[in-house]
């Protein structure tokens, strides 16, 4: 059974602050590959990033960065100098290779409030 | 815009009703996802088609239904409706039915039964 945890039920912090979601994931699978998705307050669900399970490369984009970690199971992002557009659900999302074709396990969000 | 477009935005109904809610993919994507969002349960897969072939079912209920058709859009069909159903249903694509490709929501068909 694969699982997402993400501890942070809700962050709040100060415009330009850094910020960084967490992100703990359970698999037996060897090949799976790690999702983040943002959910802003109008509801749609907007994809943000896509990890293999081997390919352990940090990215960055922009103000975003991900730190993927296979030995703590850890897939976390990272927003430098928030912005109030930042406010949002922030999900993070698992799947396997193989037979699980694609079907996305979800943490249960991150709700992030960035005040000017 | 993610290219995915779901109707009706909205829904509202009554217990005991039957709904459609439909999903058209992005131009070219074979497979379809349907997902349930609620504050209980949070995001839960439902199933997956790809190509007009069912291939992936989750925690989806015996009184939920989907196809897929050869133009490939989806439907979900929901029956004998209960206040618990009461949902955000998303339906995502992707270009094929494997793991490495990632999923582009639509906007969401918001479902409350009264």
């Known amino acids: ?116 | 815009d993610s290219g995915v477009t779901q109707t009706p935005k909205h829904l509202i109904t009554a217990t005991g009703q039957r709904v459609t809610l439909r999903c058209s993919p992005r131009s070219g994507d074979l497979s379809v996802y349907w997902y349930q969002q609620s504050l209980d349960q949070g995001l839960q897969f439902l199933i997956q088609y790809y190509n007009g072939e069912e291939r992936a079912k989750g925690n989806i209920l015996e009184r939920f239904s989907a196809q897929q058709f050869p133009d490939l859009h989806s439907e979900l069909n929901l029956s004998s409706l209960e206040l618990g159903d009461s949902a955000l249903y998303f339906c995502a694509s992707s270009p094929f039915g494997e793991s490495s490709y990632e999923q582009y929501f639509g906007p969401g068909t918001r479902l409350t039964v009264t």
């Open chain 1, 1 to 116: 059974a694969q699982k997402v945890t993400q501890a942070q039920t809700e962050i709040s912090v100060v415009e330009k602050e850094d910020v960084t979601l967490d992100c703990v994931y359970e698999t037996r699978d060897t090949t799976y590959y790690l999702f983040w998705y943002k959910q802003p307050p109008s509801g749609e669900l907007v994809f943000l990033i896509r990890r293999n399970s081997f390919d352990e490369q940090n990215e960055i984009s922009g103000r975003y960065s991900w730190n993927f970690q296979k030995s703590t199971s850890s897939f976390n992002f990272t927003i430098t100098a928030s912005q109030v557009v930042d406010s949002a659900v922030y999900f993070c999302a698992l799947t396997a290779g193989g037979t699980s074709y694609g079907k996305l396990t979800f943490g249960q969000g991150t709700i992030l409030t960035v005040h000017p």
